[in-house]
């Protein structure tokens, strides 16, 4: 689910687009009335405007009169929603936007919460024209009934963390996880193709990412010189620097790779070890492991990730997910969400990462994110852990606090 919001001006405008009394739009929409807060029974645009203008004569102007909100969830989330589902979400996420209080570092509150609740404002639910996508609409009163002002410091974070929060009640996905738990498997089929080809070539790897269902969006200079490029699946983009290991997707960066993931498969080559010499590792089996984590037991924990737009189930023994969240603690990491979903996923055997390197520097062959035969569920675990640290990063929280 996404969510924006922010403080306007052009409050009147904004209120005559969301009640479809503008005539700007060249898509008409079907729109209906959701509720309305603290106004007469269903005014139009001009009379919701005079309400909210009645407040503020009462205690004093304000510039930006008007806070414009959005609401996006999923279709899948909302096909069969009555009015009354979308006037409980709407509740839902506006107790949640009025919880949010930021702190600096050092704990001291820097900006106090809003107080949708008492403020005058009018919501409103449209299907897109062409898709019959459903978002909703709000405008809201700059200024509360007791004359505070709705703070709109840091506002479109409130809206961001508002949706996450009512989404994770609902047990619904997020954009934000749908992209980062997606992110892993388009550096893989990047790396993919690149290790496929015989020879470094745009052409060879931009035709074969389209082969797999991947729209590539060139960035050229008046030159025509190529500059950058992103990756769409489906609705989502992806952009280059997002993608792989320190930045090696980049059009800068990709002869390099491709050189790098053919001098390393040279090497494979010629090293492999006997049969007689190697330890009992197995890659992850996607047949077996679904099996295996799709099944309730005794100590086990729901865990859903979402892959290539479908929801998956799994069941993940209680101590490996108890390991995730200390690893990945959420209130000093920043992606704690993105790494124990890629943990997860490369746990269960729904993702294969690329290996770590190996001899110097790089790690050892211990480290690769296979599992051993016979090995214990948390130390596994521990090495999902790594490596998607080793993929993703681990981010440290900075700045505000809630």
């Not at 414009?68 to 009354?84: N, Q, Y």
């Not at 550096?187 to 790897?205: A, G, P, Q």
């Not at 950058?228 to 983009?237: D, E, S, V």
């Not at 269960?348 to 050892?364: K, R």
Request: with cysteine; aromatic share 8%; net charge positive.
């Amino acid at each position: 689910m996404i969510a924006k919001a922010k403080a306007i001006s052009h409050g009147i405008n904004d209120i005559r687009y969301i009640t479809g009394e503008s005539h700007n739009k060249k898509h008409p929409e079907k729109i209906y009335r959701i509720l309305d807060n603290m106004m007469p029974s269903e005014p139009d645009a001009m009379g919701v405007w005079n309400s909210m203008q009645l407040t503020l004569s009462r205690f004093r102007p304000v510039k930006n009169s008007v806070i414009r909100i959005e609401l996006s969830p999923s279709p899948e989330h909302t096909k069969d929603f009555t009015i009354e589902d979308w006037q409980k979400l709407w509740q839902d996420f506006a107790t949640e936007f009025d919880k949010q209080v930021f702190k600096d570092k050092d704990g001291k509150v820097r900006n106090c919460p809003t107080n949708l609740a008492n403020s005058k404002y009018t919501v409103w639910l449209h299907m897109e024209s062409n898709s019959g996508v459903p978002h909703l609409h709000a405008a809201v009163c700059r200024m509360d009934e007791d004359g505070q002002i709705n703070n709109d410091h840091n506002i479109h974070l409130r809206a961001q963390w508002a949706a996450e929060r009512v989404a994770k009640k609902r047990r619904w996905t997020i954009a934000k996880q749908v992209r980062n738990v997606n992110m892993p498997f388009v550096t893989r089929d990047c790396m993919n193709v690149l290790k496929s080809m015989s020879s470094w070539s745009w052409d060879e790897y931009k035709a074969a990412l389209t082969k797999k269902g991947y729209t590539i969006h060139e960035r050229k200079d008046d030159d025509g010189i190529l500059h950058g490029y992103a990756i769409m699946k489906g609705k989502t983009k992806y952009k280059a620097s997002d993608l792989g290991i320190g930045r090696n997707l980049m059009v800068s960066k990709l002869p390099a790779t491709w050189e790098k993931l053919h001098y390393r498969s040279g090497i494979a080559a010629n090293n492999k070890p006997k049969a007689t010499d190697s330890k009992q590792i197995q890659k992850p089996s996607a047949s077996a492991d679904y099996t295996q984590y799709k099944i309730y037991n005794p100590n086990t924990v729901p865990y859903t990730l979402s892959h290539e737009g479908q929801e998956h189930r799994f069941y993940i023994p209680e101590k490996v997910l108890n390991h995730f969240n200390d690893e990945f603690d959420y209130r000093f990491v920043s992606n704690s969400q993105e790494l124990t979903d890629m943990a997860v996923a490369i746990f269960v055997g729904l993702l294969e990462v690329p290996n770590a390197p190996t001899g110097g520097s790089g790690g050892s062959q211990s480290e690769l994110p296979w599992r051993d035969k016979d090995e214990d569920d948390l130390l596994w675990a521990k090495r999902c852990a790594r490596a998607a640290i080793r993929t993703l990063g681990k981010k440290p929280k900075t700045g505000l606090k809630r």
